[in-house]
DNA sequence: AATATAAGTCACCCATCGGTGACTTGCGAA
DNA sequence: TTCGCAAGTCACCGATGGGTGACTTATATT
């Protein structure tokens, strides 16, 4: 006994065999190649290779290849990462220039987070509750952000969330088709700079038109 | 050769080998394929069953599977499925109203066509020329649409292009979204009745504002 | 009726997939 | 130093994938 805790401690190797730290590499690995080469590619030869472990542990560990993925699902909240967006802006009021900075927040966000776009597309590729758990929990941070622009629009003509929902969902589409279609969508190109900048203008004009009119309505 | 015309003429029974009726089966069955169980599911195996043919002949006729899949996306105009669409509005002028129709009869369209939904699914999780054929053909047609709206918008802040590159990648979204997730985005719900009504009023205000926008400048 | 050829059938190849049983080996406790 | 057990290795399974060589059979021509 003393031999081993000397010897650990002695020099800077950890041991060999170690549960916990293999277990971490399995979960690493599922990221990794997620984020290289899509939830396609959630192999279990494919996550041993890369972890440079027998496949056979992700059944010791993890039960399944599934109970692995799901495993990395619970382990990273996603809907954490696109939070982090809002966190420089206050969450006291929700003024046309907050809500804008939000959307092209998203829109940067996912254009650089290869992983948030795979995981995204397996969404609308597969029936999986995990995934439905993070776009629900992804809900309910939304919400919270809305409830704070209810008093602009409450009792007007604008459903500022059907508009918000559409903003949304056209980031969401727009990087997608980007990653394999650098042709343009209405004429407008998806990929350059140019094509970028129309988009966010647009945006911007929407959300200006909303509080526009809702200011109108309530006069 | 008497006795073969008369049987072939004599009763309906047609020849049990040929070559031309095998290779439509074949085609017609990536189509059942693709419209029930989705791109993934179009594997030589399946389409052959599916065919109640050899999987053989796939190779024979087409080459491979890719070769079958191909002259598939060939043969089937999907652009012009779309197109479609727009028949009974005019092509003279590009009114608000008529905008908003075109709009909403492209998220109907879609909303039933399970088939065109997995084509726009394969176009977002694979790179295929011919699948960017077929996007290229919608924009050129959709090119023709916007050059009837340019009278009411060039020279103003408004970019018609870009506002409706976001409205329809929104429909599109939206619409591959609701297969399995039934849930809201941003509070509002894709799947029911009342959902679908507040996007389409969000979408006819927004196509209004534009016009009124344009309008005002133009004064 | 005989025959050449195209149409179609069938068994089989190899690679990969998720998953497992039986084995070896390193670690920690006594 | 010994020893039990967990950690890790490895060969292998059945199912399924795309693809093919060699065979049989139907059909049109002579």
New binding site residues.
């Given amino acids: 006994?003393?031999?081993?805790?000397k010897?650990?401690q002695g020099n800077t190797?950890?041991?060999?065999?170690?549960?916990?730290?293999?277990?971490q590499k399995l979960l690493h690995s599922v990221g990794a190649i997620l984020q290289k080469d899509g939830y396609k590619?959630?192999?279990?030869?494919?996550?041993?290779a890369h972890a440079?472990?027998?496949?056979?542990?992700?059944?010791?560990?993890f039960?399944?290849?599934?109970?692995?993925i799901d495993a990395y699902l619970k382990k990273n909240d996603f809907w954490k990462k696109t939070e982090a967006i809002t966190e420089k802006v206050p969450l006291t009021d929700l003024k046309p220039d907050t809500v804008v900075e939000i959307l092209k927040g998203q829109f940067l966000f996912l254009e650089n987070s290869v992983e948030m776009q795979h995981i995204i597309l397996w969404e609308l590729c597969e029936k999986n509750p995990l995934l439905r758990d993070i776009l629900e929990e992804r809900e309910r941070f939304g919400e919270q952000l809305f409830q704070l622009s209810d008093k602009y629009f409450k009792g007007t003509s604008v459903n500022f969330r059907a508009i918000n929902a559409l903003l949304v969902s056209a980031i969401y589409y727009i990087i997608l088709h980007a990653r394999y279609n650098n042709n343009t969508i209405c004429g407008v190109s998806t990929t350059t700079e140019k094509g970028r900048e129309q988009l966010f203008k647009a945006i911007e004009q929407i959300i200006n038109w909303c509080y526009r009119e809702a200011a109108e309505e309530r006069k």
Avoid: H, V
């Fill in positions: 006994m003393l031999s081993t805790m010897r650990r190797q950890e041991p060999k065999r170690d549960k916990q730290k293999s277990m590619a959630l192999k279990a030869n494919n996550i041993a440079k472990l027998d496949k056979k542990l992700i059944y010791n560990y039960g399944s290849l599934g109970g692995l």
